[in-house]
Nanobody, 126 residues
Framework: QVQLVESGGGLVQAGGSLRLSCAASGRSFSSYVMGWFRQAPGKEREFVAGISWSGGTTYYADSVKGRSAISRDNAKNTVYLQMNSLKPEDTAVYYC???????????????????WGQGTQVTVSS
């Protein structure tokens, strides 16, 4: 089992940047594929980015591709999401999620992840 705690959210102007962090506690962090999701008010939770257990495979939603970078440090049990050129439509609660797997594929659906953090608010002003 793994516990996840996100941090790094906040209020930023359009065009700005934020780096979200997700600290994991528990066993075998390097055995988990990690994902970032977001949920805006009145909308469904959506996939943002994911990274395989080794960090060798990443995948991004079209909405953030080219503006975001996901990375992980297995020695620190932490996964990061660097977001640049932020837009007001990026405003949402961002969640970190984990799924135990040895594969390299990245699950894209929220139900495929077993563990979730509490979320961190990102607000982008125009």
């Amino acid at each position: 089992q793994v516990q996840l705690v996100e941090s790094g959210g906040g209020l930023v102007q359009a065009g700005g940047s934020l780096r979200l962090s997700c600290a994991a506690s528990g066993r075998s962090f390097s055995s988990y594929v990690m994902g970032w999701f977001r949920q805006a008010p009145g909308k469904e939770r959506e996939f943002v980015a994911g990274i395989s257990w080794s960090g060798g495979t990443t995948y991004y939603a079209d909405s953030v591709k080219g503006r975001s970078a996901i990375s992980r440090d297995n020695a620190k049990n932490t996964v990061y999401l660097q977001m640049n050129s932020l837009k007001p439509e990026d405003t949402a609660v961002y969640y970190c999620a984990a799924e135990y797997t040895w594969g390299s594929s990245i699950p894209l659906r929220s139900y495929e992840y077993d563990y979730w953090g509490q979320g961190t608010q990102v607000t982008v002003s125009s």
